[in-house]
């Protein structure tokens, strides 16, 4: 489906979030759909989007911010990291008036990632993380399953059971790997296999040589692409920077400062252990995805004969590809939601582990198991059970997703649905 019929569910909260706060930040991955997404609310604010895309307008932008910032109706702005002279005159926009509904930007790169720029708006700029699309955003179905999930884990799981016998056909192991490959940038997602591997070749480049190298000097672009490469062999698992700067042949200050970069242009995401304490969450070690499930298989070298054989190998592949699929899909519905949560990965010293867990802000706790299979039985629920102990009756709710076909309790408060319920009503 073309990029512009695809309705992107982010909008919605933007334009509401416009009038509650003084600046908007919608930063996210490049080519993941903010111009698009900019220029949907710039049609609803009835005004023209500023794009520092545009050298002639990067150009002019720098030697005069003040102009570009001067409109008494709200200001959007395309990039704005391409010119970050701009956010001194926002600020100095925002000393006169910290009113609602100043500005909306966008941005490709982190924005505290950029110096100087953590100071100049603290308190004024709410960022809102806008992600490729998510798999219900392509099929034009948004369920908003992980919302229903979180209000009423039972009552949802009992609706979905309804569904599941005329869902049961339609997704294979075959088509989750399509899924997969396929990810979810707007300028991949329609293409032939073999045109969308060249597209991924050429954004990873970019990212390497171009992306990167604005935020910081790289000496060795080489041995941050090999250190890339090593950290999508480790997506879904526990990160191992040691394990990876070997494995990309650098040091291991220097693969902690490239994975910081890697982070700071989205290309990967850390997903922070989880615990009741403060301290709990600072030692132990963050579990790492590649953010969009396509260009983690492309950098394996992965195509869906690979994928597909019946060999451990490729069997472990899959299984870690759909965790990383499928907890990135829980995280772009979760972006649509006008609340906040705590995320992260849960591991005891004990060997009891959950992929993905969610902390709301009244303390209530849900966990999600990824399992690679088609049958959701026997052991597949012993980290929930677990978990559930933990948290004694803050936890609300357990979930396996499998790429079975049925929806069922298996216990109290823990669940088993199928990924597809993700995308499918």
Request: charged share 25%; glycine share 8%.
């Amino acid at each position: 489906m073309p990029d512009n019929v695809m309705k992107r569910q982010l909008v919605k909260l933007a334009h509401v979030r416009a009038g509650e706060e003084p600046v908007i930040l919608l930063e996210g991955p490049r080519t993941s759909g903010k111009s698009t997404a900019i220029r949907a609310l710039a049609d609803l604010f009835k005004v023209r989007v500023i794009d520092f895309d545009n050298q002639i307008t990067r150009e002019d932008a720098a030697r005069d911010p003040a102009f570009y910032t001067s409109d008494k109706s709200i200001v959007l702005i395309d990039e704005y990291q391409r010119v970050p002279v701009i956010m001194d005159a926002i600020k100095a926009r925002m000393n006169l008036s910290s009113r609602p509904g100043q500005f909306i930007l966008t941005g490709s790169t982190r924005h505290d990632a950029m110096a100087g720029s953590v100071q100049a708006l603290t308190g004024r700029l709410h960022k809102m993380q806008l992600f490729p699309f998510a798999q219900s955003e392509i099929e034009g179905t948004v369920p908003n399953l992980p919302a229903r999930l979180l209000e009423d884990p039972g009552g949802a799981v009992h609706e979905e059971r309804t569904k599941s016998v005329k869902q049961a056909a339609f997704e294979t192991r075959g088509s989750y790997i399509k899924r997969i490959l396929r990810g979810g940038f707007p300028l991949a997602v329609t293409r032939a296999e073999h045109l969308r591997n060249r597209w991924f070749d050429d954004y990873i480049r970019q990212t390497v040589e171009r992306d990167i190298p604005g935020i910081m000097r790289i000496r060795n672009k080489r041995g941050l692409l090999q250190l890339l490469r090593r950290l999508a062999s480790q997506t879904a698992q526990i990160l191992s920077v040691e394990r990876a700067a070997v494995d990309a042949a650098v040091d291991v200050a220097t693969a902690r400062d490239y994975i910081q970069l890697l982070e700071d242009v989205f290309m990967i995401y850390r997903l922070p252990s989880w615990g009741r304490t403060l301290g709990s969450r600072i030692t132990a070690k963050p579990k790492i995805h590649i953010l969009d499930s396509g260009i983690a298989a492309r950098l394996l070298g992965l195509s869906s004969e690979k994928l597909g054989a019946k060999e451990p190998a490729a069997l472990t592949e899959f299984g870690h590809l759909i965790e990383t699929f499928t907890v990135t899909e829980i995280l772009k519905e979760l972006s649509w939601l006008d609340d906040s949560f705590l995320t992260g990965h849960w591991r005891t010293h004990g060997g009891d582990e959950v992929d993905f867990v969610i902390e709301k802000m009244d303390g209530s706790v849900y966990g999600f198991e990824i399992k690679s299979s088609g049958r959701a039985a026997g052991d597949v629920f012993d980290g929930l059970v677990a978990l559930r102990k933990f948290a004694g009756s803050s936890f609300k709710g357990g979930f396996v997703f499998y790429t079975g076909t049925q929806s069922f309790q298996a216990d109290d408060r823990l669940f088993a649905l199928p990924v597809c319920k993700l995308w499918r009503m």
